[in-house]
């Protein structure tokens, strides 16, 4: 009986969500409310904002921390005839929210007409589905190119021309130097936004993303004589005071910034572009708004010009901040696939200033074992790309599951939980490493040991690690010896943290269950073989309260 009920709630996970969001608000809100800052103007009830506490984030959506469970459509999906496959998709992968682009040239097909058309289908059909959406505004920058330019700006390209190149060559980006072009992005942008807010009484919209991995390929900045101009002047005295570098006023870029002067001339440009068309649409309507970002390597130190210059890189974010204050979270774009690379970006995007968004990444099964790694950094969201593609595989489990499925499934049902736990710096996780090997979570008094593989059973049989590496567990520490786990394809244990003690571990209580409500509901309770070589996860969705004592 008990686990039929269990199954049930997993089932019927997502559509709880959207009712409990109100019952939960108000144990929330207290949350929100004595958190120390609000970072979005919330100037009307309900309305999605961040709130910061102790150098943590929460995204606040109906009163309550919200954790984006994401998956982004491809580019070209966004459309009534492709609809219908995305929404499938979003729902194979029991995700939360849909991150999706609003086009440009779509949007305004005639100058200073706007149709809603498409935007409209998207509120209708995410309410539908019972999914939130993460607006994409695809507008003067899509991955450093204009290609989603209304045909009317296009064929007139004195309005939004292309930067120069060091060599005197046009290069396919857009200017950030262009006032008609930002006049006319501002403008668009600034319509979107208020027809979301007519339109969207219920926030079905929680984020919008303002234009796509801007910045420029193939040339480390603008080099037209308007640019050249600005180069050559004083550097504005709000960047110096902002990177506490007043001493150099006067200065020109080449002057105070040296070798990364083009750089940081070029992500000041850009920003400063964004952060404008931003201001004008959250004037509109204060939603939250972000900026994604293609990274460089953040291990070693490249030349600008092997990466996309002038987005908001790892060295460029007090830069972003400056320019850009009407943009609330610098986003990383990662498609790192080890986890050196890919841990090291969540550390440089998590920071007091930053609430850490992953809003494209790597969907695949090893892929999505990145998303725990994420949330023990207090991240608030973290969405895979490419949901709607025709060839996204099942896991390596062997479930006919989408890969992103895998955490939605588990960390679903208990969102507004996890999404609590982020803010207050209770989460931790493990990620399997290539080799397999084994790791230790720190726990206050005790430690968690990890090890990867399938379940074993048996005195001095662990784990040898999985076939590829999508091993995964998170840990929520709820008490000094009480913890709620969840893992995929690993076996977790514990040991008293001091050593020389000699308390042994003695699994007080060990129980299966689900959140609903805010309270953990058990269906059973695990021991002997479920507990005596320590809690084996295979690929089924388990979540246990572990309270923990010594002998
Ligand atoms: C990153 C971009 O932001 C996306 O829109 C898409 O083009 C992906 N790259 C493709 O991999």
């Known amino acids: 009986m008990a686990i039929r009920g269990l199954r049930h709630i997993r089932m019927a996970g997502t559509m709880r969500i959207r009712s409990r969001f109100a019952r939960r608000g108000a144990a929330f809100a207290a949350a929100a409310v004595f958190a120390g800052c609000l970072c979005a103007q919330a100037d009307e009830p309900g309305l999605p904002h961040l709130v910061r506490k102790d150098g943590r984030h929460a995204l606040i959506v109906d009163g309550a921390p919200f954790l984006i469970l994401g998956a982004q459509s491809n580019n070209s999906s966004a459309w009534p005839a492709t609809l219908p496959r ?67 700006l296009k064929r007139q390209p004195e309005l939004c021309p292309r930067i120069i190149g060091r060599d005197g060559r046009r290069v396919d980006s857009p200017s950030p ?22 339109a969207d009484p219920r926030h079905t919209v929680i984020m919008v993303q303002v234009e796509n991995e801007p910045g420029s390929w193939n040339t480390v900045r603008d080099y037209s004589p308007a640019a050249q101009k600005l180069f050559t002047s004083p550097v504005p005295a709000e960047l110096l005071k902002a990177l506490g570098r007043e001493g150099r006023a006067g200065g020109d870029w080449a002057a105070v910034f ?10 000041w440009s850009v920003a400063r572009f964004i952060g404008q068309v931003a201001a004008a649409g959250k004037a509109e309507y204060p939603l939250p708004l972000y900026v994604n970002a293609a990274l460089r390597d953040p291990l070693t130190q490249p030349a600008a010009s092997t990466y996309e210059s002038g987005g908001a890189t790892d060295n460029v974010l007090d830069i972003w901040k400056a320019a850009a204050p009407a943009v609330d979270v610098l986003a990383p774009d ?12 969540v550390d440089l995007y998590s920071r007091p200033d930053n609430a850490l968004f992953i809003p494209e990444t790597i969907g695949s099964a ?20 490419g949901i709607d593609s025709p060839n996204r595989n099942a896991n390596a489990a062997g479930d006919a599951l989408d890969p992103i499925a895998i955490n939605c499934r588990v960390l679903n049902p208990m969102m507004r939980e996890v999404a609590q736990w982020a803010f207050e710096g209770r989460l931790h996780a493990a990620v399997e490493e290539s080799d397999g090997r084994q790791q230790t979570l720190a726990l206050g008094r005790w430690q968690a040991a990890v090890a990867f593989g399938p379940a074993t059973f048996g005195f001095g049989r662990s784990p040898k690690g999985n076939p590829e590496p999508v091993g995964r567990v998170l840990v ?49 309770i695990w021991n002997g073989d479920e507990t005596d070589w320590g809690l084996n996860f295979g690929s089924a969705p388990q979540v246990l309260r572990v309270q923990l004592g010594t002998y």
């Open 86 to 152: 995305v929404w499938s998709a979003i729902e194979r992968a029991q995700a939360n929210t849909l991150e999706v682009p609003v086009y440009w040239e779509q949007l305004e097909p005639e100058r200073g007409k706007f149709d809603y058309s498409v935007v409209d289908q998207l509120l209708s059909g995410a309410r539908e589905h019972r999914v939130r959406l993460v607006l994409l505004w695809f507008g003067t920058w899509k991955n450093g190119s204009s290609h989603y330019l209304p045909m009317w």
């Open 177 to 198: 130097h262009s006032p008609a072009l930002l006049e006319a992005d501002t403008r668009a942008f600034s319509a979107l936004m208020r027809h979301l807010r007519e």
């Open 258 to 267: 040296g070798r990364d002067a083009d750089e940081f001339f070029q992500a």
């Open 334 to 345: 990662i498609y790192m696939n080890d986890s050196e690379h890919y841990l090291k970006v």
């Open 366 to 385: 090893a892929g999505t074992r990145f998303c725990y790694a994420a949330l023990a950094r207090g991240a608030i969201g973290w969405s895979p790309f």
């Open 476 to 524: 929520a520490q709820l008490g000094e010896d009480e913890f709620m786990v969840t893992g995929y394809l690993c076996r977790v244990d514990f040991r008293a943290a001091d050593p020389v003690s000699g308390a042994q571990r003695d699994f007080l209580r060990v129980e299966e269950g689900a959140y609903e409500g805010g309270v953990f509901h058990p269906a059973r």
